[in-house]
């Protein structure tokens, strides 16, 4: 069975569509930009209900509880993989202000030494554009069907 990820697309309209992506902390990632965002998303088991992951997954990477009326995205699978179940929620947070929980892995590999990362390093809101360039081609799939959705 493959691994499977479940998260939530939120979603702003202001001038333009925009929508809420996260970047992960860590040694792997802290110099990449394009191409690493995500939406805040996290593996779950066969027997967990995906929307409970969904939330959780979004206040363990975020620290805030997220509820509403949730649009169901047709599940997308990665290169590798891995499906990743979504929701859409409008909405609006301030993406300064994100506490993610963290991390342990032992860095520099090897040293022996174990060291805490946050999960979340930062986040923020970008338009269709941005987050094109921002995320990777098969959560970029996610904001299409946000969009298809979302014509009047």
Do not use: C
């Amino acid at each position: 069975m493959p691994k499977q990820s479940a998260g939530i697309l939120l979603y702003r309209t202001k001038d333009l569509l925009e929508v809420f992506l996260v970047h992960p902390g860590g040694p792997f990632f802290k110099n990449k930009d394009d191409g690493s965002w995500s939406i805040p998303k996290g593996e779950f088991l066969d027997d967990e209900d995906a929307l409970t992951a969904a939330k959780r997954e979004f206040e363990e990477e975020t620290g805030l509880a997220i509820d509403g009326s949730f649009i169901k995205l047709e599940p997308e699978k990665l290169k590798s993989g891995k499906i990743i179940y979504a929701w859409a929620l409008k909405g609006d947070i301030d993406a300064q202000g994100i506490v993610s929980n963290t991390f342990e892995i032992e860095w520099p590999p090897r040293s022996g030494k174990m060291m805490a990362f946050p999960e979340v390093e930062r986040a923020g809101w970008f338009n269709v554009t941005e987050a094109s360039n921002k995320l990777n081609a098969s959560q970029f799939a996610l904001v299409g069907q946000l969009q298809t959705l979302l014509v009047p």
